[in-house]
């Protein structure tokens, strides 16, 4: 089991939470996704999965999700 914790820009309201927490929640081997929104700020969206999710990954996962980044 694998958690990690990556630094989001671009996140200001819970419609933005939901989106992230479905897609990151869409890759394989994810468990567990949580959100601490701060809104207008940097995020940080923990994430519980099997294995390590790739920096890349997580990428693709916040770019289909909507106007979100890594930090």
């Known amino acids: 089991m694998s958690t ?3 630094s989001v820009n671009g996140m200001n309201c819970q419609h933005c ?3 992230v927490t ?3 929640g869409a890759l394989a081997g994810v468990s567990a996704v949580e ?3 701060v809104p207008g700020g940097t995020s ?3 994430v519980t999965a099997a294995q390590p ?3 890349a990954q997580m990428a693709t996962a916040l ?3 909507g106007a ?3 930090a």
């Open 53 to 55: 999710v790739a920096e």
């Open 68 to 70: 979100y980044t890594l």
């Open 17 to 19: 939470v939901d989106h």
């Open 22 to 24: 479905e897609e990151v």
């Open 44 to 46: 940080t969206v923990t």
């Open 35 to 37: 959100v601490a929104l």
């Open 63 to 65: 770019d289909e999700a």
């Open 4 to 6: 990690q914790t990556f």
